[in-house]
């Protein structure tokens, strides 16, 4: 059964850095894209970055050049994020595309970026 499960979450002050991890259990080989959206209180989930499964990245542009998404190996992404700013406040939920079999959300991790 296809799962993905969010690490890395937790507080931090403005202009600190946080690195989210998310793993998939089963099913990697036919993912065809992984990403990461944050969704705050009472606001449509948004995408924050995302990976295709042979490299090319995007960014929203509130997080252009203070984050990083990449693979390290087939079944784990990981979003780096630097220069944090109170803004970028919010659950942050994991998403893979598996092609035909359909697409999968994480639990989502809380990610608190204080003043």
């Known amino acids: 059964q296809r799962r993905l499960v969010e690490s890395g979450g937790g507080l931090v002050q403005a202009g600190g850095s946080l690195r989210l991890s998310c793993a998939a259990s089963a099913g990697v080989d036919s993912i065809t894209a992984m990403a990461w959206y944050r969704q705050v209180p009472w606001k449509a989930r948004e995408l924050v970055a995302i990976i295709s499964s042979g490299g090319s990245v995007d960014y929203s542009d509130s997080v252009k050049g203070r984050f990083t998404i990449s693979r390290d190996n087939a079944d784990t992404v990981t979003l780096q994020m630097n220069n944090l700013k109170p803004e970028d406040t919010g659950t942050y939920y994991c998403?893979?595309?598996?092609?035909?079999?359909?697409?999968?959300w994480g639990k989502g991790t809380l990610v608190t970026v204080s003043s």
């Open positions: 998403n893979a595309d598996f092609g035909r079999q359909g697409e999968y």
